[in-house]
């Protein structure tokens, strides 16, 4: 029996292919999956189905991802569940500011539509703290050397005394 056939994930999105891809992305890898087409939805599996993490959609009809969160967060059966933020709207007016405020309220990893498979497996296997696939380990490593060169770039072009201000900020007050 693998590690991840023990594994459990609730993927909560409303819109059924993305459902289908991400439980098919899961399942690939041997991830036991339950789905909920929304956040009241979701609360009933949760009732019944306690999984160990828990894929969740930010834009939803009904009770969106922003107000599953909290109703996470306010179970003490639910509170430590990881939640990997899957969404298609981080940047505009829909969705940003519900992730700004759920990445200020500990839901840290987020994935932005549309999603690799592989980058969401290796996000699901981070968050639970497992290794990840042995044929996606080196994929994650590209991952970070993209993500270096991205940031390189950005760094390149950005405001020197900008930068300095930013990192002042976020040091300690004493």
């Not at 994929?139 to 950005?158: M, P, Y």
């Not at 002042?168 to 004493?174: E, I, M, S, V, Y």
Request: hydrophobic content about 40%.
């Amino acid at each position: 029996m693998s590690v991840y056939s023990t594994k459990k994930i609730l993927v909560v999105d409303d819109e059924h292919d993305v459902r289908a891809y991400l439980k098919s992305a899961l399942e690939d890898y041997g991830f036991v999956v339950i789905t909920a087409s929304d956040g009241f939805e979701a609360l009933e599996v949760l009732k019944s189905n306690i999984p160990d993490l828990i894929s969740l959609d930010l834009v939803m009809p009904r009770h969106s991802g922003i107000k599953l969160f909290h109703d996470l967060r306010k179970n003490k059966q639910w509170l430590n569940i990881p939640v990997l933020i899957v969404t298609g709207h981080a940047r505009d007016d829909l969705g940003k500011s519900d992730l700004d405020t759920l990445i200020m309220q500990g839901a840290g990893i987020y994935l932005e539509k549309p999603v690799k498979p592989d980058n969401y497996v290796l996000k699901v296997c981070q968050l639970l703290n497992i290794e990840p696939p042995e044929d996606l380990k080196n994929h994650q490593e590209e991952n970070v050397d993209d993500l270096k060169d991205k940031l390189t770039k950005s760094l390149a072009g950005a405001d020197t005394e900008a930068l300095k201000r930013a990192l002042d900020a976020l040091k300690p007050k004493n």
